[in-house]
């Protein structure tokens, strides 16, 4: 488990070992006979399939609990008490045969048929529209309201259908600091209600912007994307799946991915397979990468509930997994299943919301990649018991849906806006924002720095920071209802306010950007114009922890395990503030971090929910070393990461901690805050 550091990693016999070990895996690699008519394996989890051929819905019951995690790898599409609805191929249905599930009945998917216009002519809101239909109205739309709807294409389906993106806000061709919703619907090609309900809203923005008040705040005061049939080649099938048989909401890249997979400080990923197999899912990605969507919703169909991340677990297959925005989620699905009559009345699902990994498990989804890695709150809408009910039925949903996807649109309005520039040159800075006791990150937008974190009523402590900054803390920033708290923050880059973040971490090549090194040596120069280390070889050791978003948490260094206990940084004498982030990924168990910084005392207690503290001690520092040691009664010092910032530094006079008064907006830092469109 825990690793002694590796004292010279550019001894001359390891390096020969290295590269001989190298030169055997390509001779094995080689060596072995690929047949030219292989198959190439899936790159995406077992459940994305591909599936070819006859589909079939199987029902099957779950007599005995337990056995639930033996459908980990079937594309399970609804669990209703006991009874599971898997979609499977033949040889999947021998497969649940042979695992021994009792089996209901084994159904052929039927070709779902559109339902037919009514005698109408013109536009019908009483049937289901294909893609050229939806193709015909959203450029209809842009054609008659061009001062607020702008069409896109995110990319091309498999069989080459346009991935419509429609944009509705005021001034659509400005970048504004306003908050991003995005809606999307029909990634599964037979969930169709979703679609209409896109259709219809698109309407009535347009139609009721200028007369109803509401719709034109909503309309003025934020940025609504929507793409209303995400798999096109699905819905021309009526097939779950896009025309390579994948399931597009099992194929997302999950935690094996990228180190670190976040958009602030992710090295480019490689899209290459998703381009090959479902490029449906990586122009989403590249559309969703070239926003910053605050607030999702994703409709679905096959039954009537809000569901909310995470979806996949590390704890089993069905088992309630919250994020550390648990409450928030649970505010925005409770937004919108209360304005869903049969949601809120629904007798399965209490209060027409749940958790999604509790329902049941589903890896490499929408919804968790929205979190983790841009940030964004994404829900699961189900829409309809039936995936493609009766045409008749839609005026029904029109009417249980319009109230609540206006309500959740306005709720990207919760919370705390501002934009993150640099004190110096007061341009926008691409910067994290997190709320301090929640391990998440809201990313700024990098063409105007705005960034819009959703928070419940409460007092919060803000922190912000972006590689080359001086990280910035801004406490009691106040969250009043619903209406946003505006804060816009400058920060200083380390040449006007000296900084240095150092990581540590095993010596496994990884550097992050904006960080300094620490693998363990003992103290000296470390060749980056520092001089800092150990009393002694400590223990390091790094995890890859499921959800974390931030690599250098995933990582440290155990200042009780081994003999380095002692962690020194030469500095100019002077007062410093120094930040700490210390806990283990894996820690399951609650514990007490009590580290010495100086005179001063970092104190903070882990646990299995919240399993890192973070937090800063203000120090004076005499000798010309900045010295950590353990404190007593500390049970586990697991440091992750330190930034030591100079206090008495010449720039940046503002540390913040005024008390916040509304409505004037509040700038933090050396500079006021460039003049933008205030939010309306
Ligand atoms: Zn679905």
Not at 31 to 37: D, L
Not at 314 to 342: C, E, M, N, Q, W
Not at 415 to 420: A, E, R
Request: one cysteine or more; a negative charge; charged letters at 20%.
């Amino acid at each position: 488990m825990l690793t002694p550091p590796e004292e010279d990693t550019m001894d001359p016999s390891r390096i020969a070992a290295r590269l001989l070990a190298a030169l055997l895996a390509l001779f094995a690699a080689l060596t072995v006979q690929i047949p030219s008519s292989a198959v190439a394996a899936s790159p995406f989890p077992k459940a994305a399939g591909p599936r070819q051929g006859p589909l079939f819905e199987v029902t099957l019951e779950l007599a005995d609990r337990s056995r639930i995690s033996a459908l980990a790898g079937f594309d399970v599409t609804r669990i209703k008490g006991e009874t599971v609805l898997v979609s499977a191929t033949k040889a999947e249905v021998a497969a649940l045969r042979r695992a021994g599930f009792a089996i209901r009945e084994v159904r052929a998917k039927e070709e779902r048929r559109r339902g037919k216009a009514s005698g109408r002519p013109g536009w019908s809101w009483d049937q289901f529209h294909d893609h050229a239909q939806v193709t015909t109205f959203i450029q209809d739309l842009a054609a008659r309201f061009p001062q607020l709807v702008r069409v896109e294409s995110m990319g091309r389906s498999v069989e080459g259908r346009e991935l419509w993106a429609v944009k509705i806000t005021d001034n659509p061709d400005q970048q504004e600091v306003e908050p991003e919703v995005r809606f999307a619907a029909n990634i599964h090609g037979d969930e169709v209600v979703g679609v209409e309900m896109i259709l219809r809203f698109m309407d009535q923005l347009t139609r009721y912007y200028g007369r109803s008040r509401r719709v034109t705040a909503l309309v003025d005061s934020t940025e609504l994307w929507f793409v209303p049939m995400w798999n096109p080649d699905g819905n021309d099938a009526g097939s779950r799946y896009n025309a390579n048989g994948y399931d597009l909401n099992r194929v997302f890249p999950d935690e094996a991915d990228s180190v670190p997979s976040n958009l602030l400080l992710g090295p480019p990923r490689d899209l290459s397979a998703l381009d090959a197999e479902a490029p449906e899912i990586s122009a989403f990605m590249r559309f969703s990468e070239r926003h910053r969507f605050v607030l999702g919703l994703s409709f679905h169909g096959g039954a009537v509930v809000t569901v909310y991340p995470w979806s996949t677990s590390p704890d089993g297959y069905s088992v309630y997994t919250p994020t550390p925005d648990d409450g928030l989620f649970i505010a925005l699905s409770k937004t919108y299943a209360s304005r869903h009559l049969p949601m809120r009345e629904s007798s399965e699902f209490p209060g027409g919301f749940y958790n999604s990994a509790n329902w049941y498990t589903v890896n490499a989804c929408s919804q968790d990649w929205a979190y983790k890695v841009t940030g964004m709150f994404d829900l699961d809408i189900e829409l309809s018991e039936q995936k493609w009910p009766s045409a008749s039925s839609l005026r029904g949903h029109w009417a249980h849906n319009q109230a609540a996807m206006l309500a959740l649109a306005e709720a990207s309005r919760w919370g705390i806006h501002g934009v993150v520039t640099d004190s110096v040159t007061g341009r926008p800075v691409s910067a994290s924002v997190k709320v301090e006791g929640y391990d998440h990150l809201t990313f700024t937008d990098p063409d105007l720095g705005d960034y819009h974190r959703p928070l419940q009523p409460g007092t919060y402590t803000l922190l912000v920071s972006a590689p080359g900054y001086a990280t910035r803390e801004v406490a009691n920033v106040a969250v009043f209802g619903a209406a946003p708290t505006r804060l816009d923050v400058t920060l200083e880059p380390v040449s006007a306010r000296p900084a240095y973040k150092i990581d540590f971490r095993p010596a496994d090549g990884v550097v992050l950007e904006g960080f300094e090194v620490d693998n363990g040596r003992v103290f000296g120069p470390r060749g980056n114009g520092l001089s800092y280390g150990w009393d002694a070889a400590p223990c390091l050791d790094s995890r890859r922890h499921l959800f974390s978003q931030d690599a250098s948490f995933d990582a440290f260094a155990d200042m009780q395990g081994c003999a380095g206990r002692v962690w020194e940084l030469a500095v100019p004498n002077g007062s410093y503030r120094v930040r700490l982030v210390a806990g283990d990924a894996a820690e399951e168990s609650s514990s007490a971090v009590r580290i010495s910084v100086e005179d001063g005392l970092f104190a903070a207690g882990t646990t299995a929910a919240s399993r890192w503290a973070e937090g800063s001690v203000l120090v004076t520092v005499a000798d010309g070393r900045l010295t950590l040691r353990n404190a007593p009664r500390a049970t586990r010092n697991a440091l992750c990461a330190v930034e030591v910032i100079r206090e008495d530094a010449r720039s940046g006079a503002g540390r913040a901690a005024r008390p916040l008064s509304l409505p004037s907006r509040r700038s933090v830092g050396g500079l006021p805050g460039p003049s933008l469109p205030a939010m309306r």
